[in-house]
């Protein structure tokens, strides 16, 4: 039998080439469904960033709108328009269309970040337009991607699906356009309660990030905030300027506009290891603290999950080597696979903190409130033991610089921490008895903080755990009772009362002070 005559190649070929077409599909598909399965409650976050970074790669002078109306959630930008390879790259949910020759080189590393936008809604629609290779412009009107699917096989058949319909676009459905507005957006459709409330979750955090963004990063110069109510917010980057000074630090001033507020920010930065750090400071020169909810460490973008850094600094440094879900960055473990990236990141982290003390120790912008750049408690308390480690020595390492500068507010001005008395925290938990403690504090210890800064300083330098610092007990107070009078408020000497008899035989004082030691020691 010649089996020639009942072998059909053609028929082979296809089906050949429709298994293999199959076979990837099925690897997309598995993909996103299993990176579908790990959104958080930081996921919304990251996704606005994701965006944006995906503009700022496409254009040096990104502008962007963030819409929340109408129960959806839009992001428009004026970036390049799509090509077939970049918009298939997108349906398919690989990298594509990134130019590593740009003047700022993509973030994307990759290629399933923008999978954290899906957290918005598993739907979205594309306006764009796309050029082809002759240049020409070819409009992409309401192209709905669809990743609702839960299983592999029906997903995998719409992303056949939505990549037919890019060809079918290209061949003769698109309007060919001449000279149009190349400007992109992407309306997600929330249909869960879990997406609606992620979307509004993403839009908590926005107005703090937004002008430290416009900040780092010099594509971003426009974004626009629409509520959902319909109130807009805009946030217009004005100018960055270096401010000179004598001691060869590069510090920045950059001015934005939030609608017709002006907003300022002071930075510090090296440009060597593109590392910049946001300073707490405002216009008028007084510290703040950072929200809690904002990371502390940026890669261009926020990396959501270091809001609790431990520091009232904002670390931004292009070339951090972060964790994948870009929640963080490799500093110590056991992996023998990021041991490079650890030394890299830990090295990084050594000249942000060598700029920082750098700019501190040279008081080239004088501040009112210096006491908020001691918040210093990097979490050494965590079940991951190695990087409890990390942070241990890091700890070290800022404590030691800072418990010499003179930064603690006191009657004779500003001291060092190491010349400075704190009280234990403990004693200042109840407001009630805050008069009466710092009164016989300031009585019987000179060179402490003022009235204003104790609880502030007193908890700071607590957290330091720096086994050299002067903290006064409650029982150091008794013995200053036990040793000596008191005058009262009106400078009448009083008789104390014997600090070893409180508890058995009253004392008749009518001092504040007395009183609550009776009270509350006795």
Known sequence: MDSNNTFDRTQEVQKAKEESERSDLKQ????????????????????????VQNACDLT???????????NKFSFTHNGRPF?????????????????????IPPVGKYGTGFLTTHSLGRKFIINSVLQSSSGHFIEVKDFLIDRSPKKWEELSDQIRLQKDKVFDIIDKSGKVVDNPEQVTSFTYLPETDQEKIYVAESFRDLEEYIPIVLTINSRLKYVKIISPDGLETEFTLSSKEEISNEVGIQLYRTSIK???????????????????????????????????????????YPLIGTEDFGINFIINCNHFLPTEPRDGIHLNSNKDQVKDQEKANKELIEKAS????????????????????????????????LLNQYFIGLQEKWVESFKNLEIVETKTGYKKVTDVTFLNPVLLENDGYFDSIYFLFDKFYTDIPSKL??????????????????????????????????????????????????????????HPAIEFYQCSFG
């Open 354 to 385: 060598t700029l920082l003390f750098q700019f501190l120790n040279s008081n080239i912008l004088p501040v009112e409130n210096p006491l908020l750049y001691a918040n210093i408690n990097f979490k050494r308390n965590t079940d991951n033991l």
């Open 28 to 51: 997309h598909a598995d993909k996103m469904l299993r990176d579908f399965e790990k959104f958080n409650d930081f996921s919304s976050n990251r996704a606005i960033w994701e965006l």
């Open 453 to 510: 800064t104790i609880k502030y300083w007193s908890s700071f330098v607590s957290k330091w755990e720096y086994a050299e610092a002067n903290f006064v007990s409650n029982e150091d107070l008794a013995k200053k009772i036990e040793e000596c009078s008191l005058t009262d408020f009106d400078g009448n000497e009083i008789e104390c009362c014997v600090w070893r008899t409180i508890s058995t035989n009253p004392c008749s004082c009518t």
């Open 258 to 300: 939030k609608d017709k507020e002006d907003t300022v920010i002071y930075s510090v930065g090296d440009a060597i290891n593109q590392i910049e750090i946001i300073l707490p400071i405002n216009k008028y020169l007084f510290l703040f603290e950072f929200p809690k909810r904002v990371a502390r460490l940026f890669l261009y």
């Open 83 to 103: 090509n077939s390879n970049s918009l298939i790259s997108l349906i398919k949910q690989v990298s594509g269309d990134k130019d590593e020759n740009s003047e």
């Open 60 to 70: 040096v002078n990104c502008r962007a709108i963030i819409d929340y109306r109408d």
